[in-house]
């Protein structure tokens, strides 16, 4: 709920933390393709990739703080819209084939969608925030309510000899 609420009231900043976050990320599992690397010697060309790929995208993103923090969610989205764009053919297509019309409405939004993402990624990012902002704290409000409703009731405890009323 807090990571939601976060993105909700200060998108920027928390974009800018959870980027920076990806990057420690991306170093540690590039050390840890090396050391993989070094007690088990199969695969080890992908081996070596990763952990290069890993380490160069680390020290990328945390030498380039507020570059990456715009960059990286902007690749994030313009993936999004190009899956959007083949998805939404691929509806048409199979509603053409007569198998559903209702995939053909949905392919045209996909399609929509996947341009609006393209022509304004920055939107997108902003757009994409806001949305894991608020699937975060619906996610942790419904994730609180049931850690406190699922736990058990408890019964007194009655002294020997007692009898429950």
């Given at each position: 709920m807090i990571m939601g609420l976060l993105l909700?009231?200060?998108p920027g900043m928390t974009l800018l933390v959870l980027v920076?976050?990806?990057g420690v990320y991306w170093m540690v599992t590039g050390v840890l393709a090396?050391?993989?690397l070094c007690m088990d010697r199969r695969l080890?060309?992908?081996k070596?990739?990763?952990g290069i790929a890993g380490i160069a995208a680390g020290l990328v993103i945390l030498r380039n703080p507020l570059w990456s923090a715009i960059f990286v969610p902007k690749v994030l989205v313009i993936f999004l819209a190009i899956d959007a764009l083949i998805l939404g053919v691929a509806q048409i297509i199979h509603a053409a084939?007569?198998?559903d019309s209702s995939l053909g409405i949905l392919g045209i939004l996909n399609i929509n969608f996947g341009?609006?993402?393209l022509l304004s990624p920055l939107f997108g990012v902003f757009a994409l925030s806001m949305l894991v902002g608020i699937i975060a704290v619906i996610g942790g409000g419904i994730a609180s309510f049931r850690a406190f409703g699922s736990r058990p009731q408890r019964t007194?405890?009655?002294p020997p000899g007692a009898h429950p009323m």
């Open positions: 909700l009231f200060s920076q976050l990806l090396f050391v993989n080890w060309g992908w070596l990739i990763t084939n007569g198998k341009i609006i993402l007194p405890v009655q």
